[in-house]
């Protein structure tokens, strides 16, 4: 049974960090490309960050410079690494394990950016 359990999600203040954290568990964790999503409320959910098995990286550009997404395969984990924190950036935060035409996701976790 595969499981990607997100955590790390929380309130913070405009210009905060937060360090969101996903673990894999049922997949071969060095074959999956590995991803964060968000979705805020009454839009579609959309690609922050991916990180592929060869460590390849790619961003969003409104993400691009303070936010870091890094795997450790050995902890079967990924991390998101948010910086500079924008209310936009505002929503619930999904884990994603990607490989060909499979897919898996996590439950989410919140992060509310808020004064």
């Known amino acids: 049974q595969v499981q990607l359990v997100e955590s790390g999600g929380g309130l913070v203040q405009p210009g905060g960090s937060l360090r969101l954290s996903c673990a894999a568990s049922g997949i071969i964790f060095n074959r999956y490309t590995m991803a964060w999503y968000r979705q805020a409320p009454g839009k579609q959910r959309e690609l922050v960050a991916h990180i592929t098995r060869g460590d390849t990286t790619n961003y969003a550009d409104s993400v691009k410079g303070r936010f870091t997404i890094s795997r450790d395969n050995a902890k079967k984990t990924i991390y998101l690494e948010m910086n500079s924190l924008k209310p936009e950036d505002t929503a619930v935060y999904y884990c994603?394990?990607?490989?060909?035409?499979?897919?898996?996701w996590g439950q989410g976790t919140q992060v509310t950016v808020s004064s």
């Open positions: 994603n394990a990607q490989i060909l035409n499979t897919y898996y």
